[in-house]
């Protein structure tokens, strides 16, 4: 207790010492000052301790809005405590200097587990990585009296698992192909900022040559590491796997199918036979839909095809949204000619609902992306992407309810680029 009623009465006597050695005189006491000593108390040293730590061993960040509150009981507050979290995998780190609680002892604070990455383009904070955090505390006593003291704890950040996410951190990313065959990644907020879906980071380059591909697909995980893999098709009808790593980064492709050509689309990342691995679906020229279940390996992440349905030519746009709506399983949503769009709920045996129209004027878009979960309600969201303006896509947010499935949300996603890329997946 001692060293907490200090504080207060050293600030106030050197405020007048240096109001005094301004020159000015002194006003007069109010009746309630104390007559202050111009010669500081002499101090003892007291050892500064942790004394206990409030670190949780596991922060499941989808159940508390995306926060984490550490605290450290600190023997005395004459301190300044200096908290560094490490993500083990990466190495990435975020640092915190946490002042003086006014009252008592307890030095708190609020992560919102974002750290701040420096780029070219400027400074932007990005969702921080899942996994285990090495959490040191170093409280260092004010007065410099006495050495530091040391507490490290370990906390495992997790989030609600996100078939879209690419980098480990919970939210969708989306891929985007340029016309020179540059493949661009997009991490976006794992939660709406403000009531709008936001990027994060600035886009990363995945790679170049894939202009080589008709089709970009991200499929969910297929197998490998417990991340989102993508498959690409390519002129020829060779089908590719390119396995993520779950840092935005990818194995080498491989070879996993050929024979593709004869699909003149194909849609990945719904289970639609509620076996929780994620399917694709593909439409050939006679309005055949094909189903390919997957596997769960990556060395044979599909079967062979199964005909789920007839008469799909009417549409010249098909996605695989997850499960957007009502039923068990994964759903699709397919554009027809006339712009019109309609949502296939699966029903967990490879089969589907009868469809419900979503609604007319979906013709403006050249591109429908099945994204996971962009605003962190449980429930597979999509994007439309190809409007010119500052709006070059729109999200479309899933409701839960199949006679009105979606809602359009603005986003920053694509700002002025809604005709820069020729694939979004
Ligand atoms: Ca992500
Ligand atoms: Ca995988
Ligand atoms: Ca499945
Ligand atoms: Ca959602």
New binding site residues.
């Given amino acids: 207790m001692q060293f907490r009623t200090t504080r207060p009465r050293l600030a106030t006597a050197v405020l007048t010492v240096m109001t005094l050695g301004a020159g000015a005189i002194a006003a007069a006491p109010t009746a309630s000052a104390a007559p202050l000593p111009l010669a500081l108390p002499a101090k003892a040293l007291v050892p500064i301790e942790i004394e206990a730590a409030h670190v949780p061993a596991v922060a499941e960040l989808d159940k508390t809005r995306g926060r984490v509150t550490l605290s450290w009981m600190l023997s005395h507050a004459e301190a300044h405590l200096d908290v560094t979290l490490t993500h083990i995998a990466t190495g990435k780190e975020f640092r915190k200097r946490v002042p003086a609680p006014s009252v008592g002892s307890l030095f708190s604070f609020t992560w919102d587990a974002v750290i701040d990455e420096t780029t070219a383009d400027g400074e932007r904070s990005v969702d921080v990585p899942n996994g285990k955090y090495a959490v040191e505390a170093e409280a260092t006593p004010l007065d410099r009296a006495g050495a530091p003291a040391y507490q490290t704890s370990f906390m495992n950040i997790v989030r609600t698992y996100n078939p879209h996410d690419y980098n480990d951190n919970g939210s969708t990313d989306t891929f985007a192909r340029d016309a020179l065959g540059v493949l661009w990644r997009q991490d976006m907020k794992d939660r709406p900022t403000s009531g709008q879906i936001r990027t994060s980071a600035m886009p990363s380059r995945v790679g170049g040559g894939w202009g080589a591909y008709k089709q970009i697909e991200a499929v969910g ?9 993508l498959v690409a098709v390519d002129a020829s009808g060779v089908q590719w796997l390119y ?2 790593k779950g840092d935005g980064t990818f194995a080498p492709r491989v070879k996993i199918g050929q024979g593709w050509q004869v699909y003149n689309k194909i849609a990945g990342g719904s289970d639609v036979n509620g076996d929780n691995r994620p399917d694709l679906v593909a439409t050939d020229s006679s309005g055949y839909l094909w189903l390919h279940k997957g596997t769960g390996s ?1 060395s044979k992440p599909f079967t062979d095809r199964v005909r789920i349905g007839t008469g799909w030519q009417v549409y010249n746009h098909l996605t695989a949204v997850g499960n957007a709506a009502g039923t068990s399983a994964g759903d699709l949503v397919a554009r027809d000619t006339s712009g019109v769009l309609w949502l296939h709920q699966g029903n967990g045996q490879g089969g589907f609902a009868p469809r419900v129209k979503v609604g007319g004027g979906w013709g403006i878009y050249s591109q429908l992306v099945g994204a996971g979960d962009l605003d962190n309600d449980g429930r597979a969201d999509m994007i439309a992407y190809g409007t010119s303006g500052q709006y070059g896509a729109y999200v479309y947010r899933s409701t839960g309810v199949a006679t009105a499935p979606f809602s359009r949300q603005t986003t920053d996603l694509y700002s002025y680029q809604g005709t820069r890329y020729t694939s979004i997946a």
Avoid: W
Avoid at 221 to 229: F, V, W
């Fill in positions: 995980n297929l197998g490998g590491a417990a991340h989102g893999d396995l993520g990556y």
